[in-house]
């Protein structure tokens, strides 16, 4: 019960599901993410992403250049909120960090 806690305070923090979604979209470096988010500042995406890590919906490169991932695990949540909401997932994310 408390994994499930753990994640639920994880998921449900500001910036987390929209950096989610801007990586579903097709964001996978740290300045495409930033600009896909106004509003967002580097610390609290670089928290965000550090958070969808310890979620296991993200996978981080060790070498290279850094294009963060979805995984499937993360996939399958996106594909989820797309059936829960009833308006494109984009129009989510830019309202988020409007407000």
């Not at 995406?45 to 550090?50: E, I, S, T």
Request: aromatic fraction near 8%; proline fraction near 6%.
């Amino acid at each position: 019960m408390q994994l499930i806690h753990n994640h639920q305070d994880i998921a449900l923090r500001k910036w987390t599901l929209p950096v989610l979604l801007a990586l579903a979209q097709g964001h996978t470096r740290f300045s495409g993410l930033q600009a896909a988010l106004p509003g967002i500042t580097s610390r609290a995406l670089a928290l965000a992403l550090r958070d969808l890590e310890a979620l296991d919906w993200l996978q981080r490169p060790t070498q290279g250049f850094l294009h963060y991932k979805p995984t499937a695990q993360a996939k399958a949540v996106v594909q989820t909120l797309q059936q829960l909401i009833p308006f494109p997932l984009e129009s989510f994310t830019s309202d988020c960090v409007q407000r």
